[in-house]
């Protein structure tokens, strides 16, 4: 057991190495590009890196395939934003946002207890269907498709309105979930995980964990740190609609996760470097080159899944493999 | 231990940047426009080239970018050339941001044209009029492009609720329908459309019969076709994009359904009689710009579809139309701005403009100090021998 404590201390100290390599990264993106433009980057990295730590949770540590993250994301940014416009401050709105998509979390996981692989993640795909229909049906309180302006995120004197002090509540956020991750992780609760994971039948034979126990708490966690994700970004990109939190977004989440690296914790920071990053770091080194094709539409997509792919053939285990 | 010293380096740095986050923003005196050097105007578009909305976002800029270029040939604006930065969003609004703070800050843009879809224009306007710059004509049927007045930002598209209210109601009482319902696509353009179809049915003393929507890409309208069949609809409003246009007016010839429809501007492209062929013969639509064809063009129009396709190399489309058109308005602002050129200047010059109406039979473009809509109005059209003929002028 002490092997697993080592494994998990080793890789988030690899995380935490992850994270301070970015500081160079960012000190180089300030100097080049402009602070503003820097720190939105990374604030929108970090913010999705909290949503990637609870798919590390659910799908590297617990081993359920989840295609309903977006979903429990969506949650999140529909409660913050729904208690943000009514003035209530982000000191109760966030916990709010937290619960509501844990309990979204628990309620998708329900399924677990009857289902498993493939067919499971097939009725996340469904829960997540059901939150996006729900979204656009229920027009008195979200709006439905003409969507959600957000304030920005305030409380007294101080309001998160530049780009520098969204980066500083995400980094915050980040951290926190980080250090709760590590204690979840090495702790009870990821031996349970990682037991389920490895063999469902032998860990409740031979060590008495309860497969569907640990199954909802791997979905409670993870559905509570999307909806934090979600929370955040409501207010990052100060408008919100169903449309936005499609299958389409659900799947880059799982991207995220697996181009970083599902087991890891530092794998949620790579991923979400990739998936915010890439596309950006591509826009400028297309301005950077000369000739008419690098206008072409299409053509930032198309690298961007070259990329990808490559990523994925040479480091299947994710980025943060060591 | 790391751990600890990790969060308190980063809990730290947080700080800074909070405090740093408290101290307003120091503008320095006497700095020139962002965007305009003696040699050049920098323009950013947001635009999709990649996304769900890529088929309209290309020749948006291919259209602006041939404008801009021939303005760079004749010598520019004041000697100043035209440079447009294009971004792609793919329709997300995270991307949009991004490129946002790049085009304000890296390219230092001094307007944005044309920005393209409502969740990215909803997330980026705030950082674009925040930054000062300007937000000129995009491509959203949000209100909150003109209203309330800022300084800073103009529309020139007409608003989906106002022409459809005027056609709705053109169209019943023209020729004498008595049970109208409406097709829509379940986001803010279907809801925009059914408010104007609505307010046009009231103000005749009518109420929508029956309406049903379907969600954004959906292939397949067979259900919502037999239920408005079976509320024996004899006018059908369509807030369609091409593809849904076409698949319902199939569907309807299919099971024998003869009824009139009518599209939104949305639906008016030469796609939809192209893919759609017979099936969409009699289709009306709403033109808020004519259709570029070849065919019968006056003079002008003749030379500009060369123009395009000797650059393109393809055949020229409505939204190639509106980006040449949104590109001549700047290119008209910015030259009644004189030399000196700010973003105030901007702002005066083109709520004084008095531009003609333009080859293209655009509408007359109008703004004011008190208003930043430039447009209100749409034309009615129908499809007859497999190409849009307008039968109306704009109806006001």
């Known amino acids: 057991m002490s092997g697993v404590r080592e494994r998990v201390a080793t890789g988030l100290e690899a995380g935490l190495g992850a994270g301070l390599a970015v500081v160079p990264f960012l000190a180089l993106a300030v100097a080049v590009l402009g602070a503003d433009y820097a720190f939105g980057q990374a604030t929108l990295v970090l913010t999705y890196a909290i949503a990637g730590l609870g798919l590390v949770i659910i799908v590297g540590q617990a081993g359920q395939i989840t295609l309903g993250h977006g979903a429990l994301f969506a949650l ?189 914790l530092s794998g949620a920071l790579w991923g979400a470097l990739v998936i915010v990053s890439l596309p950006q770091v591509i826009a400028l080194l297309r301005d950077a080159l000369p000739g008419e094709w690098t206008r072409s539409a299409g053509v930032e997509a198309m690298l961007f899944g070259a990329v990808i792919v490559a990523v994925v053939l040479l480091r299947p285990q994710g980025l943060a493999r060591r | 231990m790391s751990v600890r010293l990790l969060a308190l380096g980063l809990a730290l740095f947080a700080h800074a940047l909070l405090v740093g986050a408290t101290t307003p923003g120091v503008v320095t005196p006497g700095v020139s426009t962002p965007g305009v050097s003696e040699r050049e105007i920098v323009l950013g578009s947001i635009q999709d080239l990649s996304g769900p909305g890529a088929l309209l976002g290309t020749p948006v800029r291919d259209g602006m970018l041939l404008r801009f270029e021939e303005a760079n040939a004749a010598g520019g604006v004041h000697g100043r050339t035209l440079r447009l930065v294009v971004e792609d969003t793919g329709y997300d609004p995270k991307r949009g941001v991004l490129a946002t703070r790049k085009l304000i800050q890296r390219d230092q843009a001094f307007a944005f044209l044309a920005n393209f879809g409502t969740p990215v224009v909803m997330a980026t306007m705030p950082l674009i009029l925040d930054a000062g710059r300007l937000h000129l004509f995009p491509f959203s049927p949000h209100e909150s492009t003109y209203v309330p007045l800022h300084p800073l930002k103009f529309q020139l598209f007409a608003p989906y609720q106002d022409y459809m209210e005027r056609a709705t109601r053109h169209m019943v009482q023209s020729r004498g329908y008595k049970r109208t319902c409406l097709l829509y696509q379940d986001d803010d353009y279907g809801l925009e459309v059914m408010k104007g179809v609505e307010a046009g049915l009231v103000r005749i003393g009518q109420r929508l019969v029956e309406r049903t929507s379907y969600k954004r890409g959906a292939t397949e309208l067979s259900s919502q076709i037999a239920r408005l069949r079976a509320a024996n609809c004899d006018f059908v409003v369509l807030a369609t994009v091409v593809r849904e246009t076409i698949v319902a007016m199939s569907e309807a010839r299919k099971t024998g359904w003869v009824v009139d429809m009518l599209v939104t501007a949305s639906g008016y492209s030469a796609q939809t009689h192209e893919l759609g062929g017979v099936a969409v013969e009699g289709l009306f639509g709403v033109s808020v710009l004519p259709h570029p064809y070849a065919e019968g063009a006056n003079p002008a129009l003749a030379e500009w579809i060369v123009r395009y396709r000797a650059r393109y190399g393809v055949d020229p489309n409505v939204w190639s139309a509106m980006g040449y058109s949104i590109a001549d308005l700047f290119v008209q602002a910015a030259n009644a701005a004189g030399r000196e050129l700010t973003a105030a200047g901007f702002v005066s ?4 403009l008095d531009p003609p109406r333009d080859f293209f039979g655009s509408p007359a473009y109008r703004f004011s100090a008190t208003d930043h809509l430039g447009n209100r109005h749409g034309r009615l059209a129908q499809i007859r021998d497999g190409r849009w003929e307008i039968l109306t002028d704009y109806l006001k």
């Open chain 1, 76 to 264: 999140g940014a529909y409660v913050e934003a729904l208690l943000a416009v009514r003035g209530v401050p982000p000191v109760l709105s966030i916990p709010a946002a937290v619960v509501v998509a844990a309990l979204g979390g628990m309620l998708a996981s329900l399924p677990a207890r009857r289902l498993g692989g493939l067919y499971f993640g097939m009725s996340t795909l469904a829960f997540a269907l059901i939150v996006e229909e729900g979204l656009v049906r229920w027009e008195s309180l979200t709006r439905g498709g003409a969507g959600l302006a957000v304030p920005a995120l305030a409380w007294g004197d101080f309001s998160a309105r530049t780009p520098g002090a969204q980066l500083a509540v995400s980094a915050i956020a980040l951290v926190l979930a980080l250090l709760a991750c590590r204690r979840w992780v090495s702790g009870r609760a990821g031996r349970a995980w990682r037991a389920v994971r490895e063999d469902e039948v032998a860990a409740a034979e031979a060590c008495g964990i309860d497969p569907a126990a640990a199954k909802l708490s791997a979905f409670v966690i993870g559905g509570g740190l999307a909806g934090l994700a979600g929370a955040l970004y409501a207010h990052w990109i100060g408008f919100i609609s169903p449309d936005q939190f499609g299958l389409m977004f659900s799947f880059e989440l799982l991207m995220l996760v697996f181009i970083g690296g599902a087991r890891r």
């Open chain 2, 349 to 352: 010059a083109l709520e004084q």
